[in-house]
C-alpha cells in the first residue's frame, strides 16, 4: 500500500513526498519599483492600484515547515507585506527569518532592512548575508550602518562560489553574475535541498555577458528563476541600454531547443510593470506559459 502512494504522489501528484517539508516560496515578480509603479499610466498598472497585495516586489525565501523556520532572499520595499503573508499563508504566527541573502545594492533589493530599524520593528541581531562590498556599503552609509551601530541587524560576510547551510539541509551558494554594480557585487543564488537544487538570478545585465551558458544551466538545475525585466526592447519610452537585462524574448529563443521537461524548469521573475507578463490573463503570459515555461506567481511552491 506505502509503495502504491508513493507511485501515485510521483506520477499524478507530482509533489516528491520526500521532501514536503522544504520549499522555495514565491513572495513577490516584479522590478525593484513594484506595481502598481510610480507615475505609471499603462492600463494593467492604473487598473491594479488596489490590488497591491498581488505584485510584490521579487523575493523568495527558502521554508523548512517541520523546523517552522525559513530564510530570506531580498529585502524589498514590501518587506511588511510580504513577512505578513508568510504569517497568514505559512506558519500562522509572525516568525523572522533564520537569515537574509541579498543579490546586491539596487532599491528593491535591500532598502526593506529599513524596516528592522529603530522606527520600525527594532529587531536584535537579524543576520544579514551579503558579499564584501555591500557589507561595506552597509555598514558605511546611512541610515543603513544604524542598524548595524544598534544592533537591529548583524552583517555576515559571504563569498562567491562558498557553500553556507541552511535550516539543516539546505547549501546557499553565491555566484558572480554581470550587473550594474554601482553600490555592490550582483549575486546569483544556487540552492540546493536534500533532493533538488535551484538557480536564482532576479538581475543580470545580458546572458553573453556572463561566464556560464544558461543552455547548460538549464540541464543542470531543477529550478531555475531568471530574470524577466523586460518582455522586449519597446516597452519602456527610455535608453534601454542604460538599464540592460536580457529581454524575454531573447530569453525565450536562447532556451528554444530544450525539452519539454526542461522548459518547465524555467520561471520568470522580476518583471517590470509594463511587461505584459505581470498579467496573468495576457495573451503574452499564455503565449509563454503554452511555450512550456512557468510565469513565477506569488504563493508557488517549489519542492527541494
Given at each position: 500500500m506505502i509503495r502504491f502512494l508513493k507511485i501515485f504522489f510521483i506520477l499524478?501528484?507530482?509533489?516528491?513526498i520526500y521532501a514536503q517539508s522544504e520549499y522555495i516560496y514565491i513572495l513577490?515578480?516584479?522590478q525593484d519599483a513594484g506595481m502598481p509603479h510610480i507615475g505609471c499610466k499603462h492600463k494593467f498598472c492604473l487598473d491594479n492600484f488596489t490590488k497591491y497585495e498581488e505584485f510584490y516586489v521579487t523575493s523568495i525565501a527558502v521554508i523548512n515547515?517541520?523546523?517552522n523556520k525559513?530564510?530570506?532572499?531580498?529585502a524589498t520595499p514590501d518587506i511588511t507585506y510580504q513577512l505578513n503573508h508568510i504569517k497568514n499563508n505559512i506558519f500562522q504566527e509572525f516568525l523572522l527569518p533564520e537569515a537574509i541573502y541579498i543579490t546586491h545594492g539596487h532599491i528593491?533589493?535591500?532598502?526593506g532592512l529599513m524596516y528592522f530599524g529603530r522606527e520600525a520593528l527594532g529587531s536584535k541581531n537579524l543576520l544579514v548575508k551579503v558579499l564584501p562590498k555591500m557589507s561595506n556599503f552597509l555598514k558605511t552609509n546611512g541610515p543603513w550602518n544604524q542598524l548595524v551601530n544598534l544592533n537591529n541587524i548583524q552583517i555576515q560576510n559571504t563569498d562567491f562560489d562558498e557553500?553556507?547551510?541552511e535550516l539543516n539541509n539546505?547549501?546557499?551558494t553565491p555566484i558572480k553574475v554581470p550587473h550594474r554594480d554601482e553600490y555592490s557585487e550582483t549575486a546569483g543564488y544556487i540552492i540546493t535541498g536534500k533532493n533538488k537544487k535551484a538557480l536564482f538570478i532576479p538581475d543580470i545585465d545580458k546572458w553573453e555577458k556572463w561566464d556560464k551558458k544558461l543552455i547548460d544551466l538549464a540541464k543542470d538545475f531543477d529550478y531555475l528563476l531568471l530574470d524577466a525585466t523586460f518582455y522586449d526592447s519597446k516597452e519602456i519610452n527610455r535608453d534601454i541600454s542604460e538599464i540592460p537585462h536580457p529581454l524575454v524574448s531573447e530569453t525565450l529563443n536562447l532556451l528554444d531547443s530544450l525539452s519539454d521537461e526542461e522548459k518547465r524548469k524555467v520561471y520568470f521573475i522580476h518583471m517590470n510593470h509594463t511587461n505584459p507578463m505581470l498579467d496573468p490573463d495576457s495573451d503574452l503570459s499564455k503565449s509563454v506559459t503554452n511555450k512550456g515555461f512557468n510565469i513565477a506567481r506569488l504563493g508557488q511552491k517549489l519542492y527541494l
Open positions: 499524478f501528484i507530482n509533489i516528491p513577490g515578480n516584479t515547515s517541520d523546523l525559513y530564510i530570506l532572499f531580498e528593491g533589493h535591500y532598502t557553500s553556507y547551510l539546505i547549501h546557499i
